[in-house]
């Protein structure tokens, strides 16, 4: 044996027996018993009890804990607010037998004589029974609109809105004035009129548009009842989130006229602005 090699063995063994080594050693240790996971943010859940003998008083302690995490909401059914990957309009999600475990064991530590178990099946049945007896705030619906104030106030809300019973999701806020006065309202009015201004409402007066180079409502003529309606089935389908109840609206067109006439694509324009 050369002394190269004497020394190397010796700086293996210096290394080794330094206390840094010695921790990491132990930490991947621990890591190995604990199944590699957050063991500090585990021991933080509350411990649910399994009794096998009394699992109706196990799904109660489960709607407790359910109801204090703030993640679920009563719509006829548990429901939880999931946002798509893709960035698309959440979607109220019902929850199933295996989602109550899924989240119970995100909530909690389910243990079964001081050993952590799986939450058995008929626990989650038991939760999903007690229809009315959640303890979980009413989901009235999901909106991307402000929210009408019963005094007329808008506000813009982001996620759980308690008071209208919304999820409140990239609602924009508007620069509306507290108190509009009647020549904003009337400017305001102008522009919805003007956007739609092509559309052939049956009892508006028409002109023709050199901008545009076709007919065109005269926006200095009194408006008419038929645009006065569709104004308004506008302005109900913005706000319809806030209406506990709301009118219907039909569109329809003379039979001589009325493929084409724009009946559809003023539907759709309602839809795509509200």
Request: hydrophobic share 40%.
């Amino acid at each position: 044996m050369t002394d190269t090699d004497t020394d190397w063995k010796k700086a293996a063994k210096d290394a080794w027996n330094a206390e840094g080594w010695k921790e990491a050693a132990r930490e991947a240790a621990r890591k190995v018993t604990d199944g590699g996971g957050n063991n500090e943010e585990e021991n933080t859940k509350p411990v649910l009890p399994i009794d096998p003998g009394d699992l109706p008083a196990v799904a109660e302690k489960l709607r407790d804990i359910l109801a204090r995490s703030g993640t679920l909401f009563d719509r006829g059914v548990p429901v939880r607010v999931t946002k798509p990957a893709d960035g698309q309009f959440p979607a109220a999600t019902p929850l199933t037998n295996h989602g109550v475990v899924r989240m119970a064991h995100q909530l909690c530590r389910p243990q079964k004589h001081g050993e952590n178990v799986t939450l058995p099946d008929r626990v989650a049945a038991l939760y999903l029974d007690m229809a009315g007896d959640w303890g979980l705030p009413r989901l009235v619906g999901i909106t991307s609109s402000p929210l009408l104030s019963d005094d007329g106030g808008i506000r813009a809300a982001v996620g759980y809105d308690r008071d209208a019973g919304l999820y409140c999701c990239n609602i924009p806020d508007l620069p509306v004035p507290s108190r509009p006065s009647k020549r904003q309202a009337q400017d305001a009015l102008a522009t919805l009129r003007r956007a739609f201004r092509t559309f052939p409402f049956a009892d508006a007066t028409r002109m023709f548009d050199d901008e545009l180079g076709v007919d065109a409502v005269d926006p200095k003529s009194p408006i008419g009842m038929d645009e006065s309606g569709f104004l308004a089935g506008l302005m109900t389908a913005v706000c319809r989130q806030s209406l506990w109840l709301a009118p219907g609206f039909l569109l329809n067109a003379p039979q001589i006229s009325g493929a084409g006439s724009g009946k559809g694509l003023l539907a759709r324009a309602i839809s795509a602005v509200a």
